[in-house]
């Protein structure tokens, strides 16, 4: 134990002196792409050589692909869609060997602003060989065209939205060429008459440069693979092909193992007094999650009214109450966090094994997360490509430079506006509510109720009042999905969304539930029906009551900012409350049709594996989105089929990295974490009835590990009947509980990461 805490020690030093090194310089040149090709390609020689080839009468094919592939007006631009992308892959599929040269395209995005003053540069040259009636003539014409097409910026209203407006669209173009020299060979020079335009990006194909972290992802995932390979060899050599019992392998050699673990992941072993309603609740809030940013994925939209009516409309409250979710998981946190606790320890023992309470809430999302940072700052990056990749290439520019922040969980501080992992707010909000958690828990562990319902009180009052204080100091909007605030949601998400103050009520309410029902734990209680009746009628209402403000707030006359800090403040809470009766009703046989729904057995194995369902469902919507080569057109249909899809995608991505990553880090963390396996020395009997530690008789040894087998197993199957409903310093893991001496036990039901 001490060699490991060195060790941990040793890490942290580490990491604490690589990020206080990293100096974060947005001038910094990025390597997401090759900008020295870009570079390189230009030539413009070579340019016009390739342009007077294309425009010969005989070559009109071939400029045609570089036409169709290009610029054309939006389409829908009634409907507000502002964007068209061409055909990038075409573009970038042009190659053709012609004479000397060798003709291949390059792709644009430009972005034209609405905003133009246009002028007619010719209009006071020399004509004075025309008669002066003619002269006026011409010159009062051209002041008309001149008036018409002249758009003055101090003219406009600085709310109009034309100041801010313009049109994104493609151009393809020779790769030797810019998009200047393209079009003024086309046409003429636009921008003699003040056209202007901003290239937004530039491609070619294979400008995806190499760097060190793409090394470093090939050979830890190369080394991952490969001992997992190994690993799952030796234990199908072990249990299936030699047919020897599983507690006789060696622990390490089928840690790894893609058998043992995927067993051990499908096992459920019912247990008593464990909160059932839980895993339903975990697996439909992470349905909802994903369902949820599945609706905001895309970046284009074709008939953009169409979707902002719909997200106005009550139809769309189902999506804008899906907020609410992660207050849900925070809650769930809290509430098994007292449960597992209390009456399993004292105070006191809380405070001297703090340092392994952290540590292992830090150790247990430790790999999922790890191996995520890694994926998004490499591999994530070559597996697609599309004319918006530049959006996933940002995020992974991010994951490059503040990898650290995020394995650190204090992202949602130093870098709210780039973080690697864009959900991982959430991570860093429960590491920093566990993190403060002990200062309620040491007075709920107490013997005296007084004590404890005190801390509870206290505790929730405390982060309620410097909430409220701080809503209303900051006067932010009360959605990140509101219509009306549009230039404040950045404000709100930094200021309220990924702060842990504003954050973490649901998580003291949940643990005021987790202490109410470990009073009644084991006991069957009498409720009077009337009391059972209104009080599912004010649960419903209060919940009722977050779907209709959610409404509410989403209406394009709310204009309200008193209303908005309520909200802030209360509305969580109100959720939170609302919760807590379910889920107490549930447990004590008053859930009916509720309780039944959401104990059903098929949620098991999406609760065990929903903290992997919410780091990778993210980046793999991340990814499709992407991908989209054009603007898709809305509907609620194919927003629920493409649920579907990154939905499945997402579950069998979990499954494996709970086999291959998570599973087998769960192991070596509990060896760690316990100093690694036990070496007891076996007491053999005197003559006169007496025993002494002695070495082992050989012919004793068979008999000797066979008892010392039976006594493990007494001890876990005792320690399994304390730890029932979670282990209180490892509520997090997908594979809770995990004898690594025996025969391998399901894990734990009651897992708070979610």
């Excluded at 036409?67 to 992308?85: E, H, K, N, Q, Y």
């Excluded at 009456?343 to 191996?371: C, D, E, I, S």
């Excluded at 992974?396 to 973080?419: A, E, G, K």
Aim: hydrophobic residues 45%; aromatic residues 14%.
């Amino acid at each position: 134990m001490n060699l490991f805490n060195h060790l941990l020690l040793l890490f942290g030093g580490v990491l604490f002196c690589v990020s206080a090194q990293l100096v974060i310089d947005e001038n910094t040149p990025k390597q997401l792409f090759d900008e020295e090709l870009y570079k390189n390609v230009i030539d413009r020689d070579e340019c016009q050589r390739q342009m007077r080839y294309l425009t010969q009468l005989d070559q009109l094919a071939l400029l045609g692909r570089f036409l169709d592939a290009g610029a054309r007006f939006p389409r829908g631009f009634f409907m507000l869609s502002v964007t068209d992308l061409g055909n990038y892959h075409q573009c970038l599929d042009i190659r053709d060997e012609v004479e000397d040269m060798t003709i291949e395209g390059k792709y644009y995005l430009i972005n034209i602003p609405f905003n133009q003053t246009f002028h007619l540069p010719f209009l006071n040259q020399n004509v004075a060989n025309i008669s002066n009636r003619k002269v006026v003539g011409f010159k009062s014409v051209i002041n008309e065209v001149q008036q018409f097409l002249e758009i003055d910026t101090d003219s406009l209203n600085p709310e109009n939205p034309l100041v801010l407006a313009s049109v994104r669209v493609a151009v393809c173009v020779p790769k030797p060429c810019t998009t200047q020299e393209w079009i003024s060979n086309l046409l003429f020079n636009l921008t003699a008459i003040g056209f202007q335009y901003e290239e937004v990006f530039c491609r070619l194909p294979n400008d995806k440069p190499w760097i060190t972290v793409d090394y470093v992802a090939i050979g830890v995932f190369g080394f991952l693979g490969l001992i997992t390979l190994l690993s799952t060899l030796y234990d199908i050599n072990h249990i299936v092909i030699k047919k020897r019992e599983p507690k006789k392998a060696n622990v390490f050699y089928r840690t790894f193992s893609v058998y043992t673990n995927t067993r051990r992941l499908l096992t459920f072993a019912p247990t008593s007094n464990a909160l059932e309603c839980l895993d339903g609740i975990r697996s439909i809030s992470m349905m909802w999650v994903i369902i949820g940013h599945t609706f905001s994925m895309y970046n284009f939209h074709a008939d953009l009214t169409k979707s902002l009516n719909w997200l106005i409309s009550g139809e769309a409250v189902w999506i804008s109450t899906g907020l609410f979710t992660v207050d849900t998981f925070f809650f769930m946190a809290g509430l098994l966090l007292v449960y597992t606790s209390v009456g399993r320890m004292t105070g006191v023992q809380l405070l001297k094994r703090l340092h392994v309470f952290y540590l292992n809430r830090l150790l247990r999302m430790f790999p999922l997360l790890a191996a995520l940072v890694l994926l998004e700052a490499s591999a994530f990056h070559r597996v697609g490509d599309g004319p918006y990749w530049i959006h996933v290439a940002n995020n992974v520019q991010d994951c490059r430079t503040f990898w650290w922040s995020t394995l650190l969980h204090i992202q949602n501080y130093v870098n709210p506006d780039h973080m690697c992992i864009q959900h991982s707010w959430y991570i860093a909000i429960d590491i920093q509510l566990h993190i403060v958690s002990p200062i309620i828990l040491f007075w709920v562990l107490h013997k005296k109720r007084k004590y404890a319902w005190s801390a509870l009180i206290t505790g929730l009052l405390a982060i309620v009042v410097a909430s409220t204080v701080w809503n209303f100091m900051k006067e932010m909007p009360s959605s990140n999905m509101s219509l009306v605030r549009l230039d404040e949601q950045a404000y709100y998400m930094n200021n309220y969304y990924v702060t842990a103050w504003t954050r973490g009520a649901p998580f003291f309410v949940g643990m005021i539930l987790g202490y109410v029902l470990n009073i009644y734990k084991g006991r069957k209680i009498k409720l009077n029906t009337g009391f059972v009746m209104i009080s599912w009628v004010i649960a419903l209402a209060m919940i009722a009551s977050c779907f209709y403000m959610s409404y509410v707030i989403m209406q394009l006359d709310w204009d309200n900012q008193v209303g908005d800090s309520l909200f802030n403040s209360f509305m969580r809470i109100i959720w939170s409350m609302g919760l807590s009766w379910m889920i107490f009703a549930c447990v004590k046989g008053y859930g009916g049709p509720i309780n039944w729904l959401l104990s059903l057995s098929m949620w098991k194995l999406p609760a065990r594996i929903s903290f992997a369902m919410y780091l990778y469902h993210y980046p793999i919507a991340f990814v499709i989105a992407g991908m989209q080569v054009a603007p898709t057109y809305f509907s609620v249909g194919g927003r629920i089929y493409d649920f579907m899809a990154v939905f499945m995608l997402s579950f069998i991505v979990s499954f494996a990295v709970t086999v291959v990553i998570d599973a087998p880090f769960s192991v070596l963390i509990k060896i760690l974490m316990g100093g690694g396996q036990r070496k007891p020395r076996a007491k053999i009997e005197n003559g006169d009835g007496c025993s002494k530690a002695g070495p082992i008789p050989d012919k004793n040894i068979a008999d000797l590990e066979r008892k010392m087998i039976n006594d493990d197993q007494n001890i876990v199957k005792n320690v399994i009947h304390l730890e029932k409903n979670g282990s209180n310093f490892d509520k997090n893991g997908a594979l809770d509980r995990i004898e690594v001496l025996g025969e391998p036990l399901p894990p734990s039901k009651e897992s708070s990461r979610f």
